[in-house]
């Protein structure tokens, strides 16, 4: 079974900068997006960025210019690279991976645990 496991959240003053990284138990034989969803209390899980196979990326407006998401296809990791946080920045988050397991299996949705951003002074 294939596990995303996130790494890198915390505690971190308005203006600092934060590096999520998520990696996956089990290689993924065909990736065909990446992202990375938070949620914070009380509200919906939204999408902050992601990736498509072939790059293309997108970002939600409020994050636009602050955030980059990275795909390492050697280290098979994907990254957020946050900077500029805002305390409207704290959330959980959650990284998505797309893809099928084997040539033959179907394209699933693979979710890491969450990891806490908490951004104050």
């Known amino acids: 079974q294939v596990q995303l496991v996130e790494s890198g959240g915390g505690l971190v003053q308005p203006g600092g900068s934060l590096r999520l990284s998520c990696a996956s138990s089990?290689?993924?034989?065909?990736?065909?997006?990446v992202a990375w969803y938070r949620q914070a209390p009380g509200k919906q899980r939204e999408l902050v960025a992601d990736m498509t196979s072939i790059g293309t990326t997108t970002y939600a407006d409020s994050v636009k210019g602050r955030f980059t998401i990275v795909r390492d296809k050697v280290k098979d990791t994907v990254t957020l690279e946050m900077d500029r946080l805002t305390p409207d920045d704290t959330a959980t988050y959650y990284c998505?991976?797309?893809?099928?397991?084997?040539?033959?299996?179907?394209?699933?949705?693979?979710w890491g645990q969450g990891t806490q951003v908490t951004v104050s002074s």
């Open positions: 089990k290689r993924i034989f065909n990736l065909y997006r």
């Open positions: 998505l991976w797309n893809g099928r397991r084997e040539p033959d299996a179907p394209a699933l949705d693979y």
